[in-house]
């Protein structure tokens, strides 16, 4: 049996709350590169909640910007996010993979501050999620 959609947002969301926990202990650890990027995963997945809590049964890409901007077609709110959401779109190769980097790796690039500021993003958009399901 299916679930619902808002049953499948919910998972989601879950997913995604446990990820920010542990992005918030990679920074906590000094993983910065590796908590920038999960906090990209967060963002995406939180969004991804919300969309499948519409309705829609295949929410395709991984991308912060596009999926909020999705999302700002049933809720005009994610509209005012997107430019503050969008940055951790920066995340999503580059804290992986040295040839995104030249002359380094990721694990030498990314600061606390940086992980830090990641977490705050990754933490807005799963509380503006969360407090739509709430309503």
């Not at 919910?10 to 590796?34: I, P, S, V």
């Not at 997945?45 to 596009?66: D, H, N, P």
């Not at 992980?115 to 739509?132: G, H, M, P």
Request: aromatic share 12%.
């Amino acid at each position: 049996m299916r679930r619902s959609p808002i049953e499948e947002g919910k998972r989601w969301l879950e997913q995604a709350k446990e990820d920010l926990k542990w992005a918030r202990e990679l920074t906590r650890l000094g993983g910065y590169h590796l908590a920038c990027f999960l906090t990209q995963q967060v963002g995406v997945k939180a969004l991804k909640a919300f969309i499948y809590a519409q309705g829609e049964e295949i929410v395709l890409g991984y991308s912060v910007t596009r999926l909020c901007q999705t999302a700002a077609g049933w809720e005009p709110g994610f509209a005012e996010h997107v430019k503050r959401w969008a940055i951790l779109d920066g995340y999503y190769v580059p804290t992986r993979y040295p040839n995104s980097l030249p002359d380094s790796i990721p694990a030498r690039v990314y600061t606390k501050d940086a992980a830090e500021e990641a977490v705050r993003l990754a933490e807005e958009i799963v509380s503006f999620v969360q407090e739509w399901f709430s309503r």
